[in-house]
């Protein structure tokens, strides 16, 4: 009797999220699905783990649980100590998130965090991302249908054929914000060049003292012509894809490496 694979699920966004639920649904069609979230919202928290205080596991239900209080990367950590000492998950899955993580959002991201923590352990990874048009509030409409198919289906496969990846990558996945009969299939991409502002907004507090809330930027992003002309996610959800993008952790710049050697060797002449 073939054995049933089991399926960690976190997110950055909270255990209440409707895009955590919907990611669970959608994933016990294909295995036991075990799911840690943090108990608060962690979104842009990167890849942090919590060294300075102690955190705890919170039972909800039966293979559901808040962990008090950490981040998605702890969730993944904490989890194989506790609830996969005698055998690694098959899979972890992070989302549903609501917005988007494409280009260098990634390296701020909760939920592509949770994906690097899981292929760091040598566990396959996937991180799915529910794209917005403007501020999220239509995702209430789409009922992330588009995004639990998704995952589903690559969830399903990575489980039948294996993982596609070579060790520490993982699969960032972004679905545009339409139905999914509106979906044009999918695209492979690499991470595009994501544009950039300084939107925070300063306030006075009753007692007089000034502070400031970081607000949530557009999604802009910069033409970045890629060398096989490959799409960039940016470029793939605007056009109704699903794009899919493999990401790897080993983040040096090897073609720069000799040009480096050669710029400190003309330093160490002078």
């Known amino acids: 009797m073939a054995k049933t694979p089991r399926i960690l699920v976190t997110n950055d966004d909270g255990f209440e999220s409707p895009g955590l639920h919907a990611l669970r649904e959608a994933?016990?069609?294909?295995?036991?699905?075990?799911?840690?979230?943090?108990?608060?919202?962690?979104?842009?928290?990167?890849?942090?783990?919590?060294?300075?205080?102690?955190?705890?596991?919170?039972?909800?239900?039966?293979?559901?649980?808040k962990l008090d209080d950490g981040t998605p990367s702890d969730c993944v950590f904490l989890s194989l100590k506790k609830l996969f000492?005698?055998?690694?998950?098959?899979?972890?899955?992070?989302?549903?998130?609501?917005?988007?993580?494409?280009?260098?959002?990634?390296t701020y991201s909760g939920t592509a965090a949770a994906a690097m923590e899981a292929v760091l352990q040598g566990i396959p990874a996937i991180a799915i991302s529910q794209v917005c048009r403007s501020q999220c509030q239509e995702i209430d409409e789409l009922g992330y249908r588009l995004a639990r198919e998704t995952a589903r289906t690559l969830a399903k496969k990575v489980l039948s054929e294996g993982f596609p990846l070579p060790e520490r990558q993982f699969l960032n996945v972004n679905i545009p914000p339409v139905e999914p009969e509106e979906c044009r299939g999918w695209q492979i991409t690499h991470a595009g060049r994501r544009a950039y502002g300084n939107d925070a907004q300063v306030h006075i507090n009753p007692r007089g003292q000034e502070y400031y809330w970081i607000g949530l930027p557009r999604l802009d992003w910069h033409p970045h012509p890629h060398p096989r002309n490959e799409w960039s996610d940016f470029e793939a959800v605007r056009e109704n894809y699903v794009s899919i993008t493999p990401i790897q952790l080993d983040m040096t710049s090897y073609g720069e490496i000799e040009r480096l050697k050669g710029w400190m060797n003309d330093g160490n002449r002078h």
Request: some cysteine; hydrophobic content about 40%; charged content about 25%.
């Open 85 to 106: 000492e005698e055998a690694k998950p098959d899979l972890v899955v992070s989302g549903i998130n609501r917005g988007a993580n494409m280009g260098e959002d990634i």
């Open 27 to 65: 994933l016990s069609e294909v295995g036991e699905v075990i799911t840690v979230a943090p108990t608060l919202e962690k979104s842009a928290c990167g890849h942090s783990l919590t060294l300075t205080r102690p955190l705890r596991f919170v039972e909800l239900e039966h293979n559901f649980y």
